[in-house]
């Protein structure tokens, strides 16, 4: 499956991950979040930040309770929590922070 919007073609899986993590830049960013019906704020890209440098860290994806406490831990009980990440990622916190920051699909995920 390819995003395509105007100028951008990528690869994508069934479910809109980027299928070369390596093609993800910010554009590409503001496009998935388009197509999933985010409008990405600051506060969005603190947290794409954040699972990116996760990521690259500890080189894999956490499951939803870790990424929340890791979240608490760093930025703070008022963002590493349900309420918040929801408020910001309705249909899955996780899920979608990763497919913004060009990360594979979480494999706690459906």
Known sequence: MDVIDR?????TTDQGFLVNPADWNEEVA?????LNHIRLSAEHWEIIGF???YYRHYK??????????????????EKGNSRYLHKLFPDGP???ACKL???PKPPTCL
């Open 7 to 11: 100028d951008l073609a990528l690869e």
């Open 30 to 34: 503001e496009r998935l979040a388009a």
């Open 51 to 53: 699972i990116r440098h």
């Open 60 to 77: 894999h994806l956490p499951n939803a309770r870790v990424f929340t406490k890791a979240i608490a831990k760093e930025l703070g009980e």
């Open 94 to 96: 996780l899920k979608y």
């Open 101 to 103: 920051a060009g990360l």
